[in-house]
């Protein structure tokens, strides 16, 4: 059963989060939902299945799981597809709410044959086409493609660095798309442009990863060896109730 997934002021904020806590800082802080990931330094991958479990566990919002068997680009062998099947079979199973994915062609188009495949696959789950559209070649004919395949949800910065960058885009996207699919703008999203992306864009739903980072706790340091004490990032409940207290603010 799909958990509920509160409105905010008609709006719904998604938080990307990278382990079981920061998925539980996001709750805490008033989001949505979460897409839960990990490796947010090389752009997102799939979560362990540990992490997935607890994940589930520990929240009563949505969970949507990132399925993306590593970073780079989108074109994915046989088998990391196949990896990528089992990861949605076992969202699915462990009553996930969604999943969040994408493969492109090396012409980049939508690898409409594979992606079918795993919306199939992932029903009654949500599917999302998650940033991998940010690399298609032809935006109005991969949002055609992907209407067709029957998602529910693109995650996109309009093909720009950030949402901010992509306004324009964005906003003839969720023109063109006249509510058949949800179009949420992502990248860069902070409480300072928030609003004025929402308002903008005319978009329902906007994604943020409300990131802090910490330093290595580490006390020992080498000083021959490079690496493995860096910093790391996590979900910081302060910035998710910034975000929270901005949405409901946007007429």
């Given at each position: 059963m799909k958990r509920t997934e509160k409105e905010i002021n008609g709006y719904?904020?998604?938080?990307?989060?990278?382990?079981?806590?920061?998925?539980?800082?996001?709750?805490?802080?008033?989001?949505?939902?979460?897409?839960?990931?990990?490796?947010?330094?090389?752009?997102?991958?799939?979560?362990?299945?540990?992490?997935?479990?607890?994940?589930?566990?520990?929240?009563?919002?949505?969970?949507?799981?990132?399925?993306?068997?590593?970073?780079?680009?989108?074109?994915?062998?046989?088998d990391e597809f196949e990896e990528m099947k089992q990861d949605v079979q076992y969202c699915k199973e462990i009553g996930c709410d969604g999943v969040v994915i994408g493969i492109l062609l090396p012409n980049g188009?939508?690898?409409?044959?594979?992606?079918?495949?795993?919306?199939?696959?992932?029903?009654?789950?949500?599917?999302?086409?998650?940033r991998a559209f940010d690399r298609c070649r032809d935006a109005e004919?991969?949002?055609?493609?992907?209407?067709?395949l029957g998602f529910d949800r693109i995650l996109t910065s309009g093909l720009r660095n950030t949402a901010e960058e992509g306004k324009e885009l964005l906003q003839l996207l969720i023109?063109?798309?006249?509510?058949?699919?949800?179009?949420?703008?992502?990248?860069?999203?902070?409480?300072?442009?928030?609003?004025?992306?929402?308002?903008?864009t005319g978009a329902?739903?906007?994604?943020?990863?409300?990131?802090?980072?910490?330093?290595?706790?580490?006390l020992y340091e080498s000083d021959v060896l490079a690496g493995m004490n860096e910093p790391t990032m996590r979900t910081s409940r302060k910035k998710v109730e910034k975000l929270v207290e901005a949405i409901e603010d946007t007429n």
């Open positions: 719904r904020l998604e938080i990307c989060s990278n382990s079981s806590y920061s998925a539980l800082q996001a709750q805490l802080g008033g989001a949505s939902r979460v897409e839960l990931c990990q490796n947010l330094e090389n752009g997102g991958t799939t979560p362990s299945y540990g992490q997935i479990k607890r994940t589930r566990e520990l929240l009563d919002i949505g969970v949507h799981v990132l399925i993306r068997p590593r970073g780079g680009d989108f074109v994915y062998s046989n188009d939508v690898d409409k044959d594979r992606c079918a495949e795993l919306v199939k696959l992932a029903q009654p789950m949500t599917t999302v086409f998650h004919h991969a949002l055609e493609d992907i209407i067709e023109e063109q798309a006249q509510g058949r699919i949800e179009i949420m703008p992502g990248s860069g999203v902070e409480v300072t442009n928030v609003q004025h992306i929402l308002q903008y329902k739903s906007i994604h943020s990863s409300a990131k802090e980072i910490l330093p290595s706790s580490m």
